[in-house]
Antibody, heavy 121, light 107 residues
Framework: QVQLQESGPGLVKPSETLSLTCTVS??????????WSWIRQPPGKGLEWIGY???????NYNPSLKSRVTISVDTSKNQFSLKLSSVTAADTAVYYC?????????????WGQGTLVTVSS | DIQMTQSPSSLSASVGDRVTITCRAS??????LNWYQQKPGIAPKLLIH???SLQSGVPSRFSGSGSGTDFTLTISSLQPEDFATYYC?????????FGQGTKVEIK
């Protein structure tokens, strides 16, 4: 069973870049079985899809964030990462990494526990 | 983007009640509809995919139906552990979008 764990700073200053890493265990990021994704949830609010990356390097981002988002994979560390630039208070949220099996693309069967990122000076 | 609208936004129910939550898509999404359960401070959990397929390990009191634009999640007999927020999500196209959530509270 694939397990995911997010890590990264819990506090980011406005205008800076948010950087998070998701470590995958119980499977390989380069197996080709999953789309590796990021989803966020502002405090007390609903879920927002950020985007995904396939191990081959192909990506798909939410147009609302596309100009600021980069998702990448590090196969040597069995990790994938999120970078979100020029953050504001509106980017304060719990950030989840998630995996969607290629066979059922867009269906998130595996989730990390989530990590709260606060944007504040 | 495809907009997903859930109703109601919240409901109060008792243990043993039959509960129904609806989800409407702004355009046809065939059967590409998933349901998740989220408890406070915990990541969402996949309950149902492609509208009516129960995820492995999910109790059979949960069921889903619908196609096109209108979908339903039913809990046949509400249990104490079912008090949570439920989200629908379309996997028909990008960007993936979620409903605003339905909070099921104890009556």
């Amino acid at each position: 069973q694939v397990q995911l764990q997010e890590s990264g700073p819990g506090l980011v200053k406005p205008s800076e870049t948010l950087s998070l890493t998701c470590t995958v265990s119980g499977g390989s990021v380069s197996s080709g079985s999953y789309y590796w994704s990021w989803i966020r949830q502002p405090p007390g609010k609903g879920l927002e899809w950020i985007g995904y990356m396939y191990y081959s390097g192909s990506t798909n981002y939410n147009p609302s964030l596309k100009s600021r988002v980069t998702i990448s994979v590090d196969t040597s560390k069995n990790q994938f990462s999120l970078k979100l630039s020029s953050v504001t208070a509106a980017d304060t949220a719990v950030y989840y990494c998630a995996g969607a099996l290629v066979a059922v693309a867009g269906t998130y069967s595996n989730w990390g526990q989530g990590t709260l990122v606060t944007v504040s000076s | 983007d495809i907009q997903m609208t859930q109703s109601p936004s919240s409901l109060s129910a008792s243990v043993g009640d039959r509960v129904t939550i609806t989800c409407r898509a702004s355009q046809s999404i065939s059967s590409y509809l998933n349901w998740y359960q989220q408890k406070p401070g915990i990541a969402p959990k996949l309950l149902i995919h492609v509208a009516s397929s129960l995820q492995s390990g999910v109790p059979s009191r949960f069921s889903g139906s619908g196609s096109g634009t209108d979908f339903t999640l039913t809990i046949s007999s509400l249990q104490p552990e079912d008090f949570a927020t439920y989200y629908c999500q379309q996997s028909y196209s990008s960007p993936r979008t979620f409903g605003q959530g339905t909070k099921v509270e104890i009556k």
